[in-house]
C-alpha cells in the first residue's frame, strides 16, 4: 500500500533522525536501505547513500550556498511545506518472508517496485511558471528524492516500507529551481500505489512465488493464510479501531478517511533491541504454523494437481492488458463518456494485478488510441502534460473485447 504525508517545517528537525533510523536494520545492506533518485538528484550530483547535512539542508529548501527555493506563495512559519513523505509498504506476507525467513531477494525486489514507482510520481512534477504576466503551470519531470527503507512497524510488527521523501523543489526549464506543485502527485498517490503492487506482484512471481488476490487491488502470498497473517497484523487492528470509532469500515471508508485513520493512529517510534525483536518474531511465526518453505503453493493446495494454467498471472502481459484496459473502460463508462487517464491506469492497473505492469497497461492505452478506440483530450499546459494527467473520451469506433476474455 502507499500512504502519503506532507511534510511541514515543523519536521525539519526530527525528519533525519527519523528516516535515517533504517542504518540499524538487519538488510541495510540487502539492496539501497537509504538512497537519493530522480533526475533531479542527478542534477544536483547526488548519488547513493543519502547523506544526512544534505538531506535536512535540502528539506529546508537550500540548493546552494547562494540558491535557495523561493516559497512566497506559501506562509512563513511552521507550516510551509517542505516536502512529501510517500510511503511503500509491503503486504505483511511478503515483509515475513523477507525479514523473518530472510529472503533478500525480496527486499531487493521491493526495492525495484519503489523506484519505478517513484519515476511515474517524477514524470507528474510540475512547477509555475509566469510567462507574460499571466501564471502557467509546467511539467519538468523531474524531483529530488531520498528514500529510506524500514523493516518495523511502531508496532514492533515486521513491515517492510520504504519512506520516500519528494523535496518540495524542481528545475524549470529555464534553469530555475522553483518550489514543486505538489497537486497532482497527491492526486495520484492511489495509482502510484497500485503501480508499486503490480511491479511488485510481478517481481514476486518471477522469483517463484503465487499470489493471492484480495479486495481493491492487494494481495498477498498465496502459501500464507490470512488466519496466519492476522497473528501479525497488530498495526491494521489499530486502524480498524480508529474507523470503528467513527461507525466505518475498511471497505465503507474512503481513501480519505483511511488515510487520517492510519495517521491518527500512529505511535510514538521507540527504540528497539533488534536481537530480542527477531526472537519474539520467530516465536509468533511458530505459534502461527506459518511454512516459509511454501513457495510456489497456495494454502490448502496440493502442488501435483492445482493446475495454474487459467490463473491471471499466467495470461501473456498483452492479453491481460488489453482486458484490463477493456474492463477499465466498461466500468469507468457506464454512467460517463470522459474518463481522467488517472482514474483509467488507476482501474486498469488493479484489474491486471499479477498478470500485467504499469508499462503494459500504458501500451495498450496507447494502442486503443492510435486506433481511434480512446481520443486523448488536447492539454492544457504549456508543456504536454505526463500520463494519467489528461483525460479520454470514447472514440466511435469499439474496442474489441480480447479472445478468452470474461463477458
Given at each position: 500500500?502507499?500512504?502519503?504525508?506532507?511534510?511541514?517545517?515543523?519536521?525539519?528537525?526530527?525528519?533525519?533522525?527519523?528516516?535515517?533510523?533504517?542504518?540499524d536494520?538487519?538488510y541495510a545492506?540487502?539492496?539501497?536501505?537509504?538512497?537519493?533518485?530522480?533526475?533531479?538528484?542527478?542534477?544536483?550530483?547526488l548519488?547513493?547513500?543519502?547523506?544526512?547535512?544534505r538531506?535536512?539542508?535540502?528539506?529546508?529548501?537550500?540548493?546552494?550556498?547562494?540558491?535557495?527555493?523561493?516559497?512566497?506563495?506559501?506562509?512563513?512559519?511552521?507550516?510551509?511545506?517542505?516536502?512529501?513523505?510517500?510511503?511503500?509498504?509491503?503486504?505483511?506476507?511478503?515483509?515475513?518472508?523477507?525479514?523473518?525467513?530472510?529472503?533478500a531477494?525480496?527486499?531487493?525486489?521491493?526495492?525495484?517496485?519503489?523506484?519505478?514507482?517513484?519515476?511515474?510520481?517524477?514524470?507528474?512534477?510540475?512547477?509555475?511558471?509566469?510567462?507574460?504576466?499571466k501564471?502557467?503551470?509546467?511539467?519538468?519531470?523531474?524531483?529530488?528524492?531520498?528514500?529510506?527503507?524500514?523493516?518495523?512497524?511502531?508496532?514492533?510488527?515486521?513491515?517492510?516500507?520504504?519512506?520516500?521523501?519528494?523535496?518540495?523543489?524542481?528545475?524549470?526549464?529555464?534553469?530555475?529551481?522553483?518550489?514543486?506543485?505538489?497537486?497532482?502527485?497527491?492526486k495520484?498517490?492511489?495509482?502510484?500505489?497500485?503501480?508499486?503492487?503490480?511491479?511488485?506482484?510481478?517481481?514476486?512471481?518471477?522469483?517463484g512465488?503465487?499470489?493471492?488476490?484480495?479486495?481493491?487491488?492487494?494481495?498477498?502470498?498465496?502459501?500464507?493464510?490470512?488466519?496466519q497473517?492476522?497473528?501479525?497484523?497488530?498495526?491494521?487492528?489499530?486502524?480498524?479501531?480508529?474507523?470503528?470509532?467513527?461507525?466505518?469500515?475498511?471497505?465503507?471508508?474512503?481513501?480519505?478517511?483511511?488515510?487520517?485513520?492510519?495517521?491518527?493512529?500512529?505511535?510514538?517510534?521507540?527504540?528497539?533491541?533488534?536481537?530480542?525483536?527477531?526472537?519474539?518474531?520467530?516465536e509468533?511465526?511458530?505459534d502461527s504454523g506459518?511454512?516459509?518453505d511454501?513457495?510456489?503453493?497456495?494454502?490448502?493446495?496440493d502442488?501435483?494437481?492445482?493446475?495454474?494454467?487459467?490463473?491471471?498471472?499466467?495470461?501473456?502481459?498483452?492479453?491481460?492488458?488489453?482486458?484490463?484496459?477493456?474492463?477499465?473502460?466498461?466500468?469507468?463508462?457506464?454512467?460517463?463518456?470522459?474518463?481522467?487517464?488517472?482514474?483509467?491506469v488507476?482501474?486498469?492497473?488493479k484489474?491486471?494485478?499479477?498478470?500485467?505492469?504499469v508499462r503494459?497497461?500504458?501500451?495498450?492505452?496507447?494502442?486503443?488510441?492510435?486506433?481511434g478506440?480512446l481520443?486523448?483530450?488536447?492539454?492544457?499546459?504549456?508543456?504536454?502534460?505526463?500520463?494519467?494527467?489528461?483525460?479520454?473520451?470514447i472514440g466511435?469506433?469499439?474496442?474489441?473485447v480480447?479472445?478468452?476474455?470474461?463477458?
Open positions: 500500500m502507499l500512504s502519503h504525508k506532507v511534510m511541514t517545517r515543523q519536521d525539519v528537525g526530527r525528519a533525519a533522525s527519523y528516516y535515517e533510523d533504517a542504518a536494520d538487519y545492506k540487502e539492496g539501497e536501505a537509504t538512497e537519493w533518485q530522480g533526475k533531479g538528484a542527478e542534477d544536483l550530483g548519488e547513493g547513500p543519502v547523506d544526512s547535512d538531506f535536512r539542508e535540502l528539506l529546508a529548501g537550500k540548493i546552494s550556498d547562494d540558491v535557495r527555493i523561493s516559497r512566497a506563495s506559501t506562509r512563513q512559519d511552521s507550516k510551509q511545506r517542505i516536502g512529501i513523505d510517500l510511503t511503500f509498504s509491503a503486504p505483511k506476507s511478503v515483509s515475513l518472508q523477507a525479514l523473518v525467513h530472510g529472503d531477494e525480496i527486499i531487493r525486489a521491493h526495492d525495484r517496485a519503489v523506484s519505478r514507482a517513484v519515476e511515474l510520481a517524477e514524470e507528474r512534477a510540475q512547477a509555475r511558471h509566469k510567462i507574460n504576466g501564471t502557467h503551470l509546467e511539467t519538468t519531470g523531474n524531483l529530488v528524492v531520498a528514500k529510506f527503507r524500514h523493516e518495523t512497524s511502531r508496532e514492533r510488527d515486521p513491515q517492510l516500507h520504504t519512506h520516500a521523501i519528494v523535496m518540495n523543489l524542481t528545475k524549470r526549464s529555464d534553469g530555475e529551481w522553483r518550489a514543486l506543485k505538489n497537486d497532482e502527485i497527491i495520484t498517490t492511489k495509482y502510484l500505489g497500485a503501480a508499486y503492487r503490480a511491479e511488485l506482484a510481478h517481481e514476486l512471481q518471477r522469483l512465488y503465487q499470489i493471492r488476490h484480495e479486495r481493491d487491488g492487494m494481495f498477498e502470498l498465496a502459501h500464507m493464510s490470512r488466519e497473517l492476522s497473528a501479525f497484523s497488530q498495526r491494521g487492528a489499530q486502524i480498524e479501531e480508529r474507523l470503528a470509532e467513527k461507525g466505518l469500515t475498511r471497505e465503507t471508508a474512503t481513501t480519505a478517511e483511511k488515510q487520517q485513520a492510519t495517521l491518527q493512529s500512529r505511535a510514538k517510534k521507540t527504540a528497539t533491541d533488534r536481537d530480542e525483536l527477531y526472537r519474539e518474531w520467530q509468533r511465526v511458530k506459518i511454512q516459509f511454501g513457495k510456489g503453493r497456495e494454502v490448502g493446495q502442488n501435483s494437481s492445482f493446475d495454474r494454467s487459467h490463473a491471471p498471472e499466467n495470461v501473456p502481459p498483452q492479453e491481460a492488458a488489453k482486458r484490463s484496459v477493456r474492463y477499465a473502460v466498461n466500468h469507468l463508462t457506464e454512467r460517463q463518456s470522459v474518463v481522467s487517464e488517472r482514474e483509467l488507476d482501474t486498469a492497473v484489474h491486471g494485478m499479477g498478470s500485467a505492469r503494459d497497461i500504458e501500451a495498450e492505452i496507447t494502442n486503443q488510441t492510435d486506433k478506440y481520443i486523448r483530450e488536447a492539454p492544457d499546459s504549456i508543456r504536454p502534460r505526463s500520463r494519467a494527467a489528461g483525460t479520454f473520451r466511435g469506433r469499439r474496442s474489441p480480447p479472445s478468452g476474455s470474461p463477458p
